[in-house]
Structures are given as structure tokens and as C-alpha cells.
């Protein structure tokens, strides 16, 4: 039936927005840790995101515990 594959493609797009939201917690959270006199309303005020990605440091793959 179509109507259990929308609900399959419907679960699995709420995942991507759950990954998507972690991935930056990890993130936010590795750069704040990093620049401990940075407040998190300058982060916000940031927009130059890939800055914020590389001067996080975070890696994924040297994230696994």
C-alpha cells in the first residue's frame, strides 16, 4: 500500500531533521568549548559558517566513543 511508504518517507525525513539538529549541537558545542570567551550571542551574531565549522575542530570520525 502507498500510504505505509508515506509514512516511511515521512519518518525519514523527520530523522534527517534530527541528525541535522545533533550535527550542529555537536558543532556549537565543540567551538564554544574552543573559544571559551566567545558568548553564544556572538555565535549567533557569526555568519561565516564555515569558520565556525573549522575553528570547532570538530571531525566526526574522532567523535566516536
Known amino acids: 500500500s502507498t500510504q505505509g511508504y508515506s509514512s516511511a518517507a515521512s519518518d525519514?525525513?523527520?530523522r534527517q531533521?534530527?541528525?541535522g539538529l545533533w550535527l550542529?549541537?555537536?558543532i556549537i558545542?565543540?567551538?564554544?568549548?574552543?573559544h571559551p570567551r566567545v558568548t553564544i550571542g556572538e555565535l549567533?551574531?557569526?555568519n561565516d559558517y564555515e569558520k565556525i565549522l573549522r575553528e570547532s575542530g570538530y571531525h566526526p570520525s574522532a567523535n566516536k566513543k
Open 12 to 14: 525519514v525525513y523527520k
Open 17 to 19: 531533521d534530527q541528525i
Open 24 to 26: 550542529g549541537l555537536q
Open 29 to 34: 558545542d565543540h567551538y564554544m568549548k574552543s
Open 44 to 46: 549567533l551574531h557569526e
